[in-house]
């Protein structure tokens, strides 16, 4: 290629990669800076009142039961809505798979519907399907003779029933992926199991699932890394409560950064979250990448 | 005998899945139909006794909601625009043109895709201050003008495009630019209207940095006005129902007749590239 084509290609990046730099990866590393300041309300008024702290947010973080408290929510929310929602959707898309299901684009439109919703908005119909007094779900339950459950105002309640709404409103997504990959395995492999005379489970456990392998930890990283990211279904479900049970990291950076404008601390509780996800994540991949060696 | 009932456990699951993940929605149309008051009984009506549009009313000339509709609008639609024109310049250059360092910035993108965007917003609010912009339509739009997502989504795309094509516009003294608008972006098409959803889908849908920059109520999104609706009418379930239809409806619109295209670039993204 000649110096003008040379030079068209920077031009054809350079107003992506400007805004990408000023608007990301510039705040991205003043996120650090800050995140070792005391920035409060009284420097956003006047910057001189701005001081340099150290680890000091990060230290008080951790000494903070709250900080504790969000984290252990969040990683309840990951560690039982992740599987459950992948369980979820390959369930779906072994549904769709299948040669007996009839009306499938039917089906596949009518599950993936709830995705594209807003989740503010489906958030406040989960609100009030889940009521105490007035909502489906306990109409639905008195009929079958459980007693009413203040879903969204029992402690022991409100994360569970914020994880059965996210699994609703996410399954879909996944479920599209894995259709994908189950189209993709190769039909004779599962002629050659049942020639053996493996049965449809069996079929499931040594082809199926191995196959889905690659697959299956992608949508495991890409949804891991969503639902470490929970924060308008608190916001909007249960204001964090009750006693602090659906307080998340972002629900606590939120709070911390836009509420009581201790943006040094909110950027902490950022980087935090960061080093979290990357750990769990590098850490599946190895993982992975080990069992794949064996 | 054996294969029927396989057969009718297959389709009685779809069916029971549906009506899972169907009926909220069909139930928030009908209450957002219903008198105001009425859906606060037990046990919960299904259907309204006497359908009303009296709590869209209520939402449009009180509670302001076509404001909110309009801002929605304006800001999705920019973003749209902008990142769909950055975001696929981007794209086809770093497919199809050579240039220094092309291939390490694009790994260093893509590097970048694991850092939350979240850790950026505490300086991003006070760089948009500092420049005015905290409280306006732009300082909700600007930071989604490009996105690292969308740019591996057009490459992906672009990349399959033949280079006979452009080689021979070369020949004939076509421009770069050129060449981009007249060559590039037809052929691009189908994979722009897929950007498009999702870029729209996606500011539309967004909440937690329109509630960050936009503080001012004249400004706020559906979303964002919606969430602060719920927290005043905890007991108008009638309305917060019309303002949840309000909110959704558009996009479940775009997607229902763009599906295809949605769809199809869901796989295109989460293919290893």
Redesign the interface.
């Known amino acids: 290629?000649n110096g003008?084509?040379?030079?068209?290609?920077?031009?054809?990046?350079a107003?992506?990669?400007l805004?990408?730099a000023v608007?990301?990866?510039?705040?991205?590393l003043?996120?650090l800076a800050?995140s070792v300041t005391d920035f409060d309300i009284y420097a956003l008024a006047d910057r001189r009142n701005l001081r340099f702290v150290g680890l000091g947010n990060y230290l008080a973080l951790l000494a903070n039961p709250l900080f504790w408290k969000a984290l252990g929510n969040t990683l309840y929310f990951v560690v039982i809505g992740v599987p459950l929602s992948i369980a979820v959707s390959l369930a779906?898309a072994l549904?769709?798979h299948?040669r007996?299901?009839?009306?499938k684009p039917?089906?596949r439109?009518?599950?993936?519907?709830?995705v594209?919703?807003?989740?503010?908005?489906?958030a406040?119909?989960?609100?009030?399907?889940f009521?105490t007094?007035?909502?489906?779900v306990n109409?639905a339950l008195s009929g079958i003779g459980f007693d009413p459950i203040d879903w969204l105002g029992d402690p022991h309640w409100a994360m569970p029933t914020i994880i059965l709404f996210a699994v609703?409103k996410n399954f879909?997504?996944n479920m599209?992926?894995f259709l994908?990959g189950l189209q993709s395995i190769p039909e004779d492999l599962y002629e050659a199991a049942r020639i053996d005379g493996a049965s449809a489970w069996r079929q499931f456990r040594h082809v199926t699932l191995p196959m889905l392998g690659p697959v299956l930890l992608?949508?495991g990283i890409?949804t891991m890394?969503g639902y470490?990211?929970l924060?308008?279904e608190p916001?909007?479900m249960t204001?964090g409560g009750p006693l602090e049970s659906t307080v998340s990291v972002?629900y606590l950076?939120?709070e911390q950064?836009?509420k009581w404008w201790n943006?040094g601390t909110?950027?902490a509780v950022?980087?935090m979250?960061?080093v979290l996800?990357?750990g769990i994540?590098s850490g599946l991949l190895w993982f992975a990448r080990r069992r794949g060696a064996e | 005998m054996n294969?029927r009932l396989?057969?009718a456990i297959?389709?009685g699951?779809?069916i029971g899945?549906?009506i899972?993940?169907?009926a909220?929605?069909l139930?928030?149309l009908s209450?957002s139909l219903m008198q105001p008051g009425e859906?606060?009984?037990?046990?919960?009506p299904l259907w309204p006794k006497a359908p009303t549009l009296a709590n869209y009313r209520e939402l449009f000339e009180r509670a302001g909601m076509g404001r909110y509709l309009l801002n929605s609008f304006v800001i999705a639609s920019a973003t749209t625009l902008l990142s769909l024109?950055?975001?696929v310049?981007?794209g086809?250059?770093?497919a199809k043109?050579?240039?220094?360092g092309?291939e390490k910035?694009f790994a260093a993108?893509l590097g970048?895709l694991?850092?939350?965007?979240?850790?950026?917003?505490?300086?991003?609010?006070?760089?948009l201050k500092q420049i005015g912009l905290v409280n306006t339509y732009a300082g909700a739009i600007?930071?989604g003008?490009?996105?690292?997502f969308g740019?591996f989504l057009i490459r992906q795309y672009a990349r399959t495009l033949p280079d006979e094509l452009l080689e021979a516009a070369?020949i004939d003294g076509a421009g770069?630019?050129r060449i981009?608008w007249q060559i590039v972006l037809p052929a691009l098409k189908p994979i722009l209207v897929t950007l498009a959803i999702f870029s729209f889908?996606g500011s539309?849908?967004d909440?937690?940095w329109p509630?960050?920059v936009l503080t001012d109520g004249h400004l706020h999104t559906?979303?964002?006005a919606?969430?602060s609706l719920?927290?005043e009418h905890v007991q108008d379930?009638e309305m917060?129902?019309a303002?949840?239809v309000v909110?959704?409806l558009p996009?479940?619109f775009?997607?229902?007749s763009l599906?295809r295209y949605?769809?199809q670039g869901?796989?295109l993204g989460?293919v290893?590239g």
Do not use: C, D
């Open positions: 290629m003008s084509g040379r030079l068209a290609g920077w031009m054809f990046v107003p992506a990669l805004v990408i608007f990301f990866v510039l705040p991205v003043a996120a800050l779906a549904l769709l299948s007996l299901g009839r009306f039917f089906f439109t009518a599950f993936f519907a709830p594209v919703t807003t989740v503010v908005a489906v406040v119909i989960w609100r009030y399907l009521h007094r007035y909502g489906l109409w609703w879909g997504y599209i992926i994908s992608l949508v890409l890394a470490f990211q924060f308008a916001y909007v204001q972002l950076m939120y950064g836009f943006l909110a950027s950022a980087f979250l960061f996800m990357a994540t | 294969h396989a057969a297959v389709n699951l779809l899945l549906a899972l993940s169907l909220p929605l139930w928030m209450v859906a606060s009984a037990f046990p919960p024109l950055f975001n310049m981007a086809y250059a770093f043109l050579q240039f220094a092309r910035i993108l970048a694991v850092i939350p965007g979240q850790v950026a917003m505490m300086p991003l609010f006070l760089m600007v930071p003008m490009a996105g690292i740019i070369r770069e630019f981009f889908l539309w849908n909440f937690m509630l960050i559906l979303p964002v919606l969430a719920s927290r379930n917060m129902m303002g949840s909110t959704v996009v479940l775009v997607f229902l599906q949605y769809l869901l796989l989460s290893k």
